[in-house]
């Protein structure tokens, strides 16, 4: 079936690719806002869409991803919705980070963030919270931040699992 792990076919690549792809593009749509509106519309307006998804979207994935784990023919399920569950977590600690570089630091910093590809803001909100002794949000941004790689980690692992039972079957 699938005897390639990095095969064009693996839906649990190709389903992450696609969600990247979208978040990518939301990501670029938010830090549009966020220069045009200003940061109190970002707060007020997207992060909590963005939280609301995360709370709804991390546990029921989790759900789903331990039920379909159990069935041998539907691993490749439990892969895909893992990684969904950690691109959706990340994209609520981006957004929450890139909210914080703003704040605490400003445009330029904010700038030079998204230059790194975007992901550089959440280094840099950690150094912010750091440096300027806000705790609160500093934990929440390593947290966020363990559960992200967690939930990636956990869908790596059932995804390499689902292919060597694949390759078994051949």
């Not at 045009?36 to 709370?55: C, E, H, N, R, S």
């Not at 700038?111 to 912010?128: K, N, Q």
């Amino acid at each position: 079936m699938y005897n390639n792990k990095y095969s064009s076919d693996n839906p649990t690549l190709m389903t992450y690719g696609c969600t990247m792809i979208v978040f990518g593009i939301l990501s670029l749509l938010i830090v549009i806002l966020m220069f045009i509106k200003g940061v109190p519309f970002i707060m007020d307006q997207v992060y909590p869409l963005t939280t609301k998804l995360t709370a709804y979207c991390v546990p029921a994935c989790v759900l789903i991803g331990l039920v379909t784990m159990a069935i041998r023919r539907a691993r490749w399920i439990s892969s895909v919705v893992f990684s969904l569950a950690s691109a959706v977590c990340g994209f609520s600690l981006w957004v929450w980070c890139l909210a914080v570089v703003k704040v605490f630091w400003g445009t330029f910093w904010t700038i030079v963030g998204c230059s790194m590809y975007g992901i550089g803001v959440v280094p840099m909100a950690f150094l912010a919270t750091l440096f300027k002794g806000q705790w609160e949000a500093f934990w929440t941004i390593i947290i966020f931040a363990v559960i992200t790689f967690v939930l990636q980690y956990v869908g790596i692992v059932i995804g390499e699992w689902w292919l060597r039972t694949c390759e078994e079957d051949l």
